[in-house]
């Protein structure tokens, strides 16, 4: 994409990966350190032209459309030298085409840079493939939960993933390890959950009647209550499936916790005192990993049903446990 002038006039084709988007949300997207009031403000007033004609905000841009953007100041760039590079790093590919990834997420990576973290899975890949031309997270994981990530490769990808999520699709499992007792084999936890900020800064979220529905269904799949846990200070952990219905933030972590099974090793909605004897047991992160997606392609229909085992770490505390379980 070329530089946008300060200057002068700029005469912009619209490329393929950038069709069907909002004319407004492309133009936030290429004028980095531009002010989305000045954005909207040029488009009103008529400075901005969608081939040739006034545009609106929410007008949706095509592949080869040509729009006219007046001279806009752009944040400078910064010196290569006073820039931390994003190291350049490849991830265990679980899925690929032409059209999108899935990744197998290590834990302890955010998906992407900010919130004092200054890059994340993303830049990561988008450094190791300089070719590619469109790459874009179409979901997010916790940066300490591990597992299966989708990635688009071409906007349409993108557009089509992101209806199918709000259709409650594709199917997503998780795994993760409660300390407690879950009451059911089966359990449906329909509670409402409210994003707030903690003290320090950090985004929580609660149960709440002010918040967003959530629905999680969880099956244990074991119960643990053995001399090791005995020895360690714990009394039972709960090996559980979640299958989410609805994707809200931390929606596992917290409904889990509202069964007081909160998850081991989470160090936001968990268990101090646990987590501290779980560490004695090998267990140094939260035990969650996104482990099956059941979608349909975006671009070709064909179902998909994708797969990532346990991580090691993780793998290694289930078979401890189980060695030394005498009974359910």
Do not use: W
């Amino acid at each position: 994409m070329s530089a946008i002038s300060k200057d002068l006039v700029n005469h912009l084709a619209v490329g393929e990966e950038d069709g069907g988007q909002r004319l407004d949300n492309y133009l936030f997207k290429i004028l980095k350190g531009v002010p989305k009031s000045h954005v909207l403000r040029i488009i009103r007033s008529g400075e901005v032209r969608l081939n040739k004609k006034r545009c609106k905000p929410s007008d949706r841009i095509a592949a080869g459309d040509v729009l006219r953007i007046p001279p806009v100041r752009t944040a400078e760039k910064v010196p290569a030298s006073a820039a931390s590079p994003v190291p350049a790093r490849e991830f265990e590919v679980v899925y690929e085409d032409d059209s999108m990834l899935v990744i197998n997420k290590p834990a302890g990576v955010a998906v992407h840079g900010g919130s004092g973290v200054s890059f994340g899975v993303i830049e990561q890949i988008r450094r190791a493939r300089p070719q590619a031309r469109y790459l874009e997270l179409v979901h997010r994981l916790d940066k300490d939960t591990s597992g299966l990530l989708m990635i688009a490769k071409k906007r349409s990808a993108l557009v089509k993933l992101h209806e199918a999520i709000r259709n409650d699709h594709p199917k997503k499992i998780y795994l993760a390890l409660g300390v407690g007792k879950l009451a059911q084999d089966t359990l449906h936890v329909k509670l409402p959950l409210f994003k707030y900020t903690g003290a320090q800064g950090e985004k929580m979220v609660r149960v709440s009647e002010e918040g967003q529905s959530a629905h999680t269904i969880f099956r244990v799949r074991s119960r643990f209550h053995n001399e090791l846990l005995h020895h360690a200070g714990l009394s039972e952990l709960t090996f559980v499936e979640a299958t989410l219905k609805t994707g809200r933030t931390h929606q596992i972590r917290v409904h889990l916790q509202s069964q007081n099974c909160p998850i081991a090793g989470d160090e936001r909605y968990g268990d101090y005192q646990a987590n501290k004897r779980l560490q004695k047991l090998g267990l140094k992160r939260m035990f969650l990993h996104a482990a099956e997606l059941q979608l349909t392609h975006p671009l070709t229909g064909e179902p998909l049903k994708l797969h990532a085992k346990l991580p090691n770490e993780l793998q290694h505390l289930l078979t401890r446990l189980s060695e030394t379980q005498t009974g359910s």
